[in-house]
């Protein structure tokens, strides 16, 4: 789960992490009234959406008075920026900078620890520096059983400072910083940039934080920032009626039991030249209810023109499952092609029982696979 910018300094700000300061304003009014608040020469007009390149798409604009800031918040309010709609602008005070740093700590999957990412490239892409400038980021794997010691922390601000009063600082920033991202299960907090001022302090301008979606029943306070997406909504509903699904944008709906399979059936599918439209694990059952809302789910992807959906019989008899899809589809109005192929447990007679049906019945992964991606480039010629 994402949240804005204005809402991870908040959780900056109560965990001691200092921010500049800043309003959250909806209306180019508002916008002027937040300046004058301020009570600064200059301010920062920064569209709040969640994504990253707001400065490159216009989103991120310096006035230096209330015509510009108004002239600003109006352009940057209703725009689109890689799909996302602005509807509110954060107005910051805007700092005198002499450097920029970059700083994030995030779940590393190879040490399956927390990491710790600095560089003293600040204010760029991280994906960029990484791939520009790769000996210019530095990362420290934390031992969670540890924590963010002193020495850890003081260890990562040497990477990034070389003046003690910064180094100071730093490792009080970090230490926050990290206290954070444990007791409010984040699986990503940055600050890009970290940047010291002319007086020699340092401070966020920028905050960035995702949390892990399986403990935000722990965190009441998140769980409320949540803005879903139309894909993130639908994840959602998938997870609430029993369902693993993850949008992929391809023209191949997959419907699949069991996480490894459908791995594999997304595989075949790449391997034969076609898209997979999604990741749907339905489970075991063979309920026609759930193979109802997992189809609904499918059509209601106006990407897919072609389902797949390839179902092995363990416990759960192939002839079951046939009988479940064919009194599914009964319930469901479709003239989308649909290919079927069932394996396992009484697989002949599951066969059998959807023959003469318009479904278009595969016997093996391979021939499933090419008979999905041929119908859908048929639907797309």
């Known amino acids: 789960m994402k949240v804005h910018e204005y809402q991870a300094k908040i959780f900056f700000g109560n965990y001691g992490v200092p921010v500049d300061r800043h309003v959250l304003c909806r209306t ?8 004058r608040q301020l009570g600064v020469e200059k301010a920062v007009v920064k569209a709040q959406v969640h994504t990253g390149g707001r400065g490159k798409a216009g989103g991120v604009k310096l006035g230096g008075s209330e015509s510009e800031i108004k002239a600003y918040a109006e352009a940057i309010l209703g725009m689109d920026i890689k799909g996302f709609t602005v509807d509110r602008v954060l107005v910051s005070e805007a700092v005198s900078i002499v450097a920029e740093y970059y700083v994030s700590i995030l779940v590393d999957r190879r040490s399956k620890c927390p990491m710790m990412m600095l560089s003293r490239a600040g204010g760029m892409d991280i994906e960029q520096v990484a791939r520009e400038i790769p000996g210019k980021i530095e990362k420290i794997i934390i031992d969670p059983l540890i924590g963010m010691t002193d020495f850890v922390a003081r260890e990562a601000a040497f990477k990034l400072f070389d003046d003690m009063a910064q180094v100071k600082q730093a490792v009080r920033i970090f230490q926050n910083l990290y206290r954070l991202f444990v007791e409010k299960d984040a699986s990503l907090v ?6 010291k001022l002319a007086d020699g302090t340092l401070k966020a301008i920028d905050a960035k934080m995702t949390f892990d979606d399986n403990a935000l029943f722990r965190h009441a306070d998140v769980a409320e920032m949540f803005e879903p997406t139309e894909e993130e909504r639908k994840e959602r509903e998938a997870k609430d009626k029993g369902f693993s699904y993850v949008n992929l944008g391809g023209t191949i709906g997959c419907m699949v039991n069991g996480a490894g399979l459908a791995m594999a059936t997304m595989d075949m599918i790449k391997l034969y030249g076609g898209e997979p439209a999604n990741f749907l694990d339905i489970g075991g059952s063979s309920n026609p209810e759930k193979i109802v809302d997992a189809m609904k789910l499918l059509l209601a992807d106006k990407h897919v023109n072609t389902v797949l959906i390839n179902i092995f019989g363990g416990i759960t008899r192939c002839d079951d499952v046939a009988k479940g899809l064919i009194e599914a589809f009964r319930q469901i109005d479709t003239d989308m092609p649909i290919v079927i192929r069932l394996t396992g447990t009484n697989e002949a007679e ?9 479904f278009t019945v595969a016997t ?3 021939d499933a696979g090419r008979k999905a991606v041929e119908l859908s480039l048929i639907q797309n010629s």
């Open 190 to 195: 940055e600050i890009n940039p970290l940047v």
């Open 28 to 35: 180019p009014e508002e916008a002027v009234e937040a300046y």
């Open 350 to 358: 599951g066969r059998a029982l959807l023959q003469g049906t318009h």
């Open 364 to 366: 093996t992964m391979a």
